[in-house]
């Protein structure tokens, strides 16, 4: 993340300790991501002799950590210091294109014991 302020990113719809003070909107984080033709040789391999897949998941995590970024960078365009009830989505396009979306709600919170 390229700023020096931390975005609060959670799946609940509240954050225990804090109280939403304002709704902001709703906030969207993109990634799409492809492996070269090795890649897929390399998943198509584990896919014969059975495993895990390390490719797919390897991809899959960088491609979630893409939409998280951008999902924080879209939050904090709003001014947001929170997002909640963030709801991931992972699909495919085409032959190899992995895409994955973070969707939530971007909010201003404090904590509950501020005065």
Known sequence: MSSDRQVIIV???GIPGYRVLRVLGLVTGIS???RGALGRFAAELE????????????????A????VQDLVR?????GANAVIG??????????GFIVVTATGTAVLV???DKA
Do not use: Q
């Open 110 to 112: 404090e904590p509950e």
């Open 64 to 67: 979630r950590e893409e939409a």
């Open 86 to 95: 963030v709801d991931f989505e992972t699909s495919e396009i085409l032959e």
């Open 47 to 62: 896919a014969v002799v059975g495993g895990r897949g390390e490719s797919y998941i390897g991809e899959l995590r960088r």
């Open 11 to 13: 799946t609940t719809p």
């Open 32 to 34: 799409v991501r492809t």
């Open 74 to 78: 879209e939050a904090l365009k709003l």
